[in-house]
C-alpha cells in the first residue's frame, strides 16, 4: 500500500511571531504549576504558613504586629483562593477537551467504517415537569453488525434558544437492563455538545460485543429547562425520534404535568403509509399521558409529536 507523503521544503513568508505580555506568561505559569505540582506544593505550604502566622499575630499581637497578621491572612487565603479557581478551571478545561476530541474520533470512525449497530426496539418516557425541567428514561437494544463493537452512541437536543449556563447541570446515566436480580450496573458514558442545543452521548462497552449479539440499555437523562417554553405557554414544542435503520417499533410515552390540557399534532407520519397510534390517557397520579406508538419505521425519518398548551 502506497503512503501520501505531505513535501515539507514549502517556504511560507516568515511571520512575526506574537509578543507574550507578562501577564499572559504569568498565568501560563501559574496554569503549569497548578496542574503538574503535587496535593502540597511549595506555594500551598509558603501560603498556609502566611495563614498561620497572620492568625497568630492577628489573635495575640497588638498594634502594627495584629495590622501585619491581617495582611498575612489575607495574602495567604487569596493565593489559595487563586489556587483554586485556577485548578478547576484548567482541569473543566482539559475535561471539555478530552470529550470533544473523544467524540470527534468516533464520529471519524463512524463516517469511515459506518454505523455498526441497528437499533431494534426503542422506548423513551418522557417526564415534563411544571417548571419546564425534563427528566428521560430512554430503554433500547441495539443489535451488534460487525465482528467487535467497542461503543454506541445517541444524540438528543433541545428546540429553543436555551441559557448555555445550564449545560453543566444536564446529566445522563446509562445502566445495563436488570433482570433476576442481575445488572443495573454502569457503562462508562462520554458527553459532548455538538453545538449550542445538541449533546451526543457515547456509551462505552464493558467488553467488545460479538456480531449479532444484543445489548440493552437504560438511559436517564437531567435535563432543566429542556420545556420551559412550553409549559409557560411562550412557544410549542416539537419531541422527535429518528433512527439510523429500519426499525421494527417505536414508542414515545410523554407524561405532562397535572391540570395540563394540551393540543396535539403528529409530525413525520401519514395515515395509510405508515403504521402508528397516537393516544391520550391519564396515569395514576391524574397527569395527563401521551403514547405514540410506531411500527417499521424507516431509517432517518424523523417521527415525533408537536405539542401547544390549549
Not at 497588638?62 to 498575612?72: D, E, F, H, K, V
Not at 444524540?155 to 446529566?171: F, G, I, S
Amino acid at each position: 500500500m502506497g503512503v501520501a507523503r505531505a513535501r515539507l521544503d514549502v517556504q511560507e513568508p516568515a511571520r512575526r511571531a506574537r509578543r507574550r505580555t507578562p501577564g499572559s506568561a504569568i498565568g501560563s505559569r501559574w496554569r503549569d504549576y497548578v496542574v503538574h505540582s503535587g496535593v502540597l506544593g511549595p506555594v500551598e505550604v509558603v501560603a498556609a504558613a502566611l495563614l498561620v502566622g497572620g492568625v497568630a499575630l492577628a489573635g495575640f499581637g497588638s498594634g502594627y504586629p495584629r495590622t501585619a497578621g491581617l495582611g498575612l491572612v489575607a495574602g495567604g487565603a487569596a493565593v489559595l483562593l487563586a489556587l483554586l479557581v485556577l485548578n478547576r478551571v484548567e482541569w473543566r478545561r482539559r475535561d471539555r477537551s478530552g470529550r470533544e476530541l473523544l467524540l470527534r474520533y468516533g464520529d471519524a470512525l463512524e463516517k469511515r467504517h459506518g454505523r455498526k449497530w441497528a437499533v431494534r426496539d426503542w422506548l423513551q418516557e418522557v417526564d415534563i415537569k411544571s417548571n419546564g425541567d425534563v427528566r428521560q428514561r430512554i430503554a433500547f437494544t441495539i443489535v451488534v453488525c460487525c465482528d467487535e463493537l467497542d461503543f454506541c452512541s445517541f444524540t438528543d437536543r433541545v428546540n429553543w434558544d436555551w441559557p448555555v449556563r445550564l449545560k453543566r447541570r444536564v446529566r445522563v446515566k446509562v445502566r445495563s437492563v436488570e433482570v433476576g436480580g442481575e445488572g443495573g450496573t454502569r457503562f462508562g458514558v462520554s458527553a459532548a455538545w455538538l453545538d449550542h442545543q445538541r449533546l451526543k452521548t457515547m456509551i462505552h462497552l464493558d467488553e467488545p460485543a460479538p456480531r449479532d449479539a444484543e445489548v440493552s440499555f437504560v438511559v436517564d437523562v437531567d435535563w432543566p429547562a429542556k420545556c420551559a417554553p412550553f409549559v409557560k405557554g411562550y412557544l410549542p414544542d416539537e419531541l422527535l425520534v429518528s433512527f439510523g435503520n429500519t426499525i421494527a417499533c417505536a414508542r414515545y410515552v410523554i407524561t405532562l404535568p397535572a391540570g395540563y390540557h394540551v393540543r396535539v399534532d403528529k409530525l413525520g407520519l401519514v395515515p395509510g403509509r405508515d403504521v402508528y397510534e397516537l393516544t391520550q390517557s391519564v396515569n395514576d397520579a391524574g397527569r395527563p399521558r401521551l403514547t405514540l406508538v410506531v411500527r417499521d419505521l424507516p431509517a432517518y425519518r424523523k417521527v415525533g409529536v408537536k405539542l401547544d398548551v390549549a
